[in-house]
């Protein structure tokens, strides 16, 4: 990997940008989360990413539409499956801008879809309207390029890391609430839900599951860094060795993640053979611990054919 690949992306250079562009993602995401068919644990509610950037992905009916961030030429566009298109730019917009830009395009467009709850998803303001938000109006292009070009990166290594696996496993999904991108390996095992745990928790996690992936940092984590956890957590995970070296156990939210540091991982010799290597080790340390049949599932260079 090079600095081209895994560019430095430090928290505090570009918070203010990153603030903005995910409220854009979650006025997006509770359009996608209102128009796109229910999967089991809400599969489809993430984006996914494109040669330019991040996409719905077709939903609706009548007509069928895309949203889609263009985070090169730094523009949403619209699209129905009629030919009708709508695109606007994004530097320069309040969020209340650009909730309102969108609410226009999808009536332009002749889509009828109502967002349910038009506020943010788990942050400081979330008792605020995206339609009363003219503080968050940060846009770096730049960060935001370094941003698509690190998720882009990150996004092939989750895919290669899925491909070791043959088991039940998620899509590669960009997370517009939590502003992250993962991937999730599921056990036979259902998991008792905690009580009190709202619907959506409860399906994401009705089963035994160790998530993979990546977030850009938070005012909590002010940091990029790959991470993986086991949910629900087994007795002594924490206690399990990681590879490499500078991985390490971190409390999070009464839980453990395991944590590489982006610029860990950047400083190694090999940045790409670490990530897959660390993903790997806390996969298998939360596997053991749970337990998981989990060599039945192996699937090394992402073949099950034995003859191979």
């Known amino acids: 990997m090079t600095d081209a690949a895994f560019p430095e992306m430090p928290y505090s250079s570009w918070w203010e940008t990153r603030d903005t562009l995910h409220r854009f993602a979650q006025v997006v995401g509770k359009v996608r989360l209102a128009a796109a068919p229910r999967r089991n644990h809400w599969w489809n509610v993430p984006f996914h990413l494109t040669g330019r950037g991040l996409t719905t992905r077709p939903m609706g009916r009548d007509p069928v539409f895309a949203i889609d961030f263009d985070l090169l030429d730094h523009r949403l566009d619209l699209s129905t499956a009629t030919g009708v298109r709508h695109s606007f730019s994004l530097p320069g917009l309040s969020v209340a801008a650009f909730h309102a830009r969108l609410l226009h395009a999808l009536e ?12 943010p998803f788990d942050l400081p303001d979330s008792g605020r309207p995206f339609a009363d938000d003219t503080e968050h109006a940060a846009y770096d ?4 390029t370094r941003y698509w070009q690190v998720l882009g990166q990150v996004n092939l290594l989750l895919e290669e890391f899925a491909g070791e696996w043959s088991g039940k496993t998620s899509p590669v999904h960009h997370f517009w609430h939590t502003f992250d991108i993962a991937v999730t390996r599921f056990a036979d095992t259902s998991a008792d839900v905690p009580a009190g745990a709202d619907a959506v928790t409860g399906e994401a996690y009705s089963r035994e599951v160790i998530s993979s ?3 850009f940092g938070d ?22 060795p990681l590879r490499p ?23 190694l010799p090999d940045p790409h053979g670490a990530v897959l290597e660390f993903w790997d080790s806390a996969y298998r340390a939360g596997a053991r611990r749970s337990p998981w049949d989990y060599t039945r599932f192996d699937c090394p260079g992402g073949v099950t054919d034995p003859r191979v």
Do not use: N
């Open 141 to 144: 292009p730049a960060a935001v």
């Open 108 to 119: 332009a467009a002749g889509v009828e879809v109502g967002i349910a709850h038009p506020y």
């Open 219 to 240: 005012d909590a984590f002010p940091e990029p860094a790959f991470y993986s956890y086991t949910a629900p957590e087994p007795d002594g995970l924490s206690g399990e």
């Open 213 to 215: 992936g990546f977030w």
């Open 245 to 267: 070296d500078a991985a390490r156990w971190a409390e999070r939210g009464g839980s453990h993640l395991a944590v590489l540091r982006y610029d860990d991982a950047r400083a």
